[in-house]
T-cell receptor, first 110, second 115 residues
Framework: SQKIEQNSEALNIQEGKTATLTCNYT??????LQWYRQDPGRGPVFLLL?????KEKRKERLKVTFDTTLKQSLFHITASQPADSATYLC?????????FGKGTRLSVIA | GAGVSQSPRYKVAKRGQDVALRCDPISGHVSLFWYQQALGQGPEFLTY????????KSGLPSDRFFAERPEGSVSTLKIQRTQQEDSAVYLC?????????????FGPGTRLLVL
């Protein structure tokens, strides 16, 4: 069955550093990979989408890479701020509905 | 315009009680999705609609779960004879079209607690 793993349940980093979150998947060939942010008590909010034929995508301080050979996506937040503290979810999509990972809870410490 | 709204935001039910959860998608969005999110987990797909047609209900955990979208806008997720394992946050999302690349817009969720 399809499996998605996000590298850690929780990640703590200091303000100003780059946060790197990992999403690995097996038994799946997604056409797209999406990253969402979820704050406590709220629904996920879309951040970025990357296609299978794209290596990298950027949006302001966010960068996503997609390696279909390694079956892995990396999500980077540069110059992190306490306001970036949240849970980040990766999700795969293709011919099936979105399949989400468990998420990584990021805490940026001032 | 307004985002996706869900009601109620919180629901406490006694085991065996029936509940109905409502989702108002973004106006004009063709696709509507329901997810179940347990504590510390990512959302898990339950079912989706394209307009009023329910195209996939493979994620519904049992025949106690039923969803409808009779006029292609508002949707209701009904859970009959609730069990404690049904306790979770139920998220609704909508997207403009039905395509793998489409962004999904999520509501705040309904937190269901079954006692």
């Amino acid at each position: 069955s399809q499996k998605i793993e996000q590298n850690s349940e929780a990640l703590n980093i200091q303000e100003g550093k780059t946060a790197t979150l990992t999403c690995n998947y097996t038994n799946y060939s997604p056409a797209y990979l999406q990253w969402y942010r979820q704050d406590p008590g709220r629904g996920p909010v879309f951040l970025l989408l990357i296609r299978e034929n794209e290596k990298e995508k950027r949006k302001e301080r966010l960068k996503v890479t997609f390696d279909t050979t390694l079956k892995q996506s990396l999500f980077h937040i540069t110059a992190s701020q306490p306001a970036d503290s949240a849970t980040y979810l990766c999700a795969l999509s293709g011919n099936t509905p979105l399949v989400f990972g468990k998420g990584t809870r990021l805490s940026v410490i001032a | 315009g307004a985002g996706v709204s869900q009601s109620p935001r919180y629901k406490v039910a006694k085991r065996g009680q029936d509940v109905a959860l409502r989702c108002d998608p973004i106006s004009g969005h063709v696709s509507l999705f329901w997810y179940q999110q347990a504590l510390g987990q990512g959302p898990e797909f339950l079912t989706y609609f394209q307009n009023e047609a329910q195209l996939d209900k493979s994620g519904l955990p049992s025949d106690r779960f039923f969803a409808e979208r009779p006029e292609g806008s508002v949707s209701t997720l009904k859970i009959q004879r609730t069990q404690q394992e049904d306790s979770a946050v139920y998220l609704c999302a909508s997207s403009l079209l039905l395509a793998a690349k489409e962004t999904q817009y999520f509501g705040p969720g309904t937190r269901l607690l079954v006692l």
